[in-house]
Each structure stands twice: as C-alpha cells, then as structure tokens.
C-alpha cells in the first residue's frame, strides 16, 4: 500500500519561505501519473497546489502560486518536496500531498483522479 507523510509546515511571516517534504512509502512511479500538492482553509473546498508528473518530471501551478513555489522530488521518488517563497496569509491552511491514479480529466489537480493522501501538515503564514 502506498502512503504518503507529509511533513516541514510551521509558523512563517508574510514574505518568509518553508519547504514542505512528502515522504513516499510502497509508491511505484510507474503505477501513477504524478504526485500533486493540496490545500484547504477551514470552510473552504481543497486546492490544487501543484504537481509533478512521473514520466517526464513536468510541473503545474495554481496561478496563485506560479512564480513563487516550486515543486521537486529526489531521484527515486522516495521524497517530493515544495518550496514556498514569498509566503503570503492567503496561502495559510493545511497542506496535503496525494498520489494521481487516474486521468478521468485533463485538469492536473481532479481531486477524483488522486488516493494516497496524506495526513496533512499546517502552514501559518501571519505576522
């Protein structure tokens, strides 16, 4: 079974930066399509952050987090990380990473097209 950790969130000022890690355990690169980053605040649906696909490492951003987060992974997939620069309080919640499955849609974050979420770690981003 494959299972995701996420870990790395905290308490960051608007403005700072914060590398979240998603630990991999059972995850065949070869079973699934891409890894993707989520969030959710309280009361509001779950949000696509950004992903990157298994067989040719290309990337997709919210357009409220291009130019500012980054997503990467080492080379046996064991790890995928985020880096989030120029925090701002919008992008305070909690952070899940999820496993793609499916292609049921052309939209990189279906959240139908994903399982193997993780627990979820929580990014504060307040002054």
Known sequence: QVQLV??????????????????????????????AW????????REGVSSISTS?????????VKGRFIISR???????????????????GVYYCAARWGVNSDHPFYTRDFGSWGQGTQVTVSS
């Open 6 to 35: 996420e870990s790395g969130g905290g308490l960051v000022q608007p403005g700072g930066s914060l590398r979240l890690s998603c630990a991999t355990s059972g995850f065949n690169s070869f079973n699934y399509y891409a890894i």
């Open 38 to 45: 989520f969030r959710t605040a309280p009361g509001k649906e």
């Open 56 to 64: 040719d490492d290309s990337t997709e951003y919210a357009d409220s």
């Open 74 to 92: 080492d080379n046996a997939w064991n790890t995928v990380y985020l880096q989030m620069n120029r925090l701002k309080p919008e992008d305070t």
